[in-house]
């Protein structure tokens, strides 16, 4: 890092208390030994950072600091800067067992035109989230003020598939069980294991629904498993 304080922190000259403070906390935490063990660089820029919010977070100290360095908001604004982005939605895709017991997501927000560099969150997802919900981070630094709408969705799995909060999979038995019926287990989408009763003379192809067993709704409750059924018919051969 090099060049001015503002610099140093990703800013312009105009900024405010609250984005000087909140660009501090994010290059300190970036840059902290403990994050970057053995690095020299790290210390280094480190020291730059502290060295740069002792004096633009004090008024008198920036107030000085600028009147030396000749800095003004309006000389160092140059041509007039286009509309940034404050508001955002992004959908996140999600494992289907990470909706039973929640998740912890990282989200990266890299915009050319803010002055403070890539943005880093940790949103954490809590248990029993439905599938369409929708959740607000408020964005830091100069982007405060904005939020990233993020929309959870379930991505399809090897063994389940979502519709809503309805899961889909398939079972197959054997030739005597669809004849005979009886009862199979099943893996649960969240790690138990169910017992499912099939009928004497099943088809193939037939749905069998496990109610209760999907996906967190979003006014309580849960959606439904359904149980596809597949078996391969026996085919005798035989002579004359």
């Known amino acids: 890092m090099t060049g001015t304080h503002y610099e140093t922190l990703g800013l312009e000259p105009g900024c405010t208390l609250a984005e000087i403070r909140a660009a501090y906390r994010r290059?300190?935490?970036r840059h902290h030994p403990d994050v970057n063990p053995g690095d020299a660089d790290a210390v280094t820029r480190l020291q730059q950072v502290n060295a740069a919010h002792?004096?633009?977070?004090?008024?008198a100290r920036r107030r000085a600091y600028d009147e030396e360095n000749n800095i003004t908001a309006a000389a160092s604004s140059g041509a007039p800067r286009g509309k940034i982005q404050r508001n955002l939605a992004q959908d996140v895709c999600l494992r289907i067992d990470e909706f039973f017991r929640g998740a912890t997501i990282d989200l990266r927000v890299n915009d050319p035109g803010?002055?403070?560099g890539?943005?880093?969150?940790?949103?954490?997802?809590?248990?029993?989230?439905a599938p369409g919900s929708r959740f607000r981070i408020p964005r830091e630094g100069p982007m405060a003020g904005g939020f990233i709408t993020v929309r959870v969705k379930a991505a399809p799995g090897a063994r389940f598939k979502a519709k809503g909060s309805d899961?889909?999979?398939?079972?197959?038995?054997?030739?005597?069980?669809?004849a005979n019926g009886g009862s199979e287990m099943i893996p649960a989408p969240d790690g138990r294991m169910l017992r499912i009763q099939i009928p004497a003379g099943i088809a193939r192809g037939e749905l069998l629904r496990i109610r209760g067993e999907g996906l967190?709704?979003?006014r309580g409750g849960r959606g439904d498993l359904l149980v596809k059924i597949t078996y391969r018919p026996e085919v005798r051969i035989g002579r004359r």
């Open 216 to 218: 967190p709704k979003q």
């Open 167 to 178: 899961l889909h999979c398939e079972l197959r038995i054997p030739n005597q069980r669809a």
């Open 114 to 116: 803010n002055p403070a």
């Open 118 to 129: 890539e943005e880093r969150y940790a949103f954490v997802m809590p248990p029993d989230t």
């Open 54 to 59: 002792e004096v633009l977070a004090d008024p």
């Open 27 to 29: 290059l300190a935490k």
